[in-house]
Nanobody, 128 residues
Framework: QVQLVESGGGLVQAGGSLRLSCAAS????????MGWFRQAPGKEREFVAS????????YYKHSVEGRFTISRDNVLNTVHLQMNSLKPEDTAVYYC?????????????????????WGQGTQVTVSS
């Protein structure tokens, strides 16, 4: 059974940092793109960042570019999201996602439909 388990969320003041982690089990995702999405109350789930299988192509939502960094460890089957200079508008439940198929290493994969596996989410709250 495939599982994605997020951790690292919490409450932080504006300007602070958090590091989210996602541990995958049940299969290896070393040849699949992975991503992070978020959903704020009353809003649609939105793309935040993605990384290709080798880690050399990354894509970001414009509003987090320069503040967030996505990375992965294919040996440990994990993906991380380092979030710096957090703002109250970053408050949301953050979800880890993995593609079910390999795809292409140059594609951004910014749509929810690009991913077949999802974690349960971790809450990030940024106070002003």
């Amino acid at each position: 059974q495939v599982q994605l388990v997020e951790s690292g969320g919490g409450l932080v003041q504006a300007g602070g940092s958090l590091r989210l982690s996602c541990a995958a089990s049940g299969r290896t995702f070393s040849r699949s793109a992975m991503g992070w999405f978020r959903q704020a109350p009353g809003k649609e789930r939105e793309f935040v960042a993605s990384i290709n299988w080798s880690g050399d192509n990354t894509y970001y939502k414009h509003s987090v570019e320069g503040r967030f960094t996505i990375s992965r460890d294919n040996v440990l089957n994990t993906v991380h999201l380092q979030m710096n200079s957090l703002k109250p508008e970053d408050t949301a439940v953050y979800y880890c996602a993995a593609r079910t198929s390999y795809g292409t290493s140059s594609s951004a994969y910014t749509e929810r439909s690009d991913y077949g596996y999802w974690g349960q989410g971790t809450q990030v709250t940024v106070s002003s």
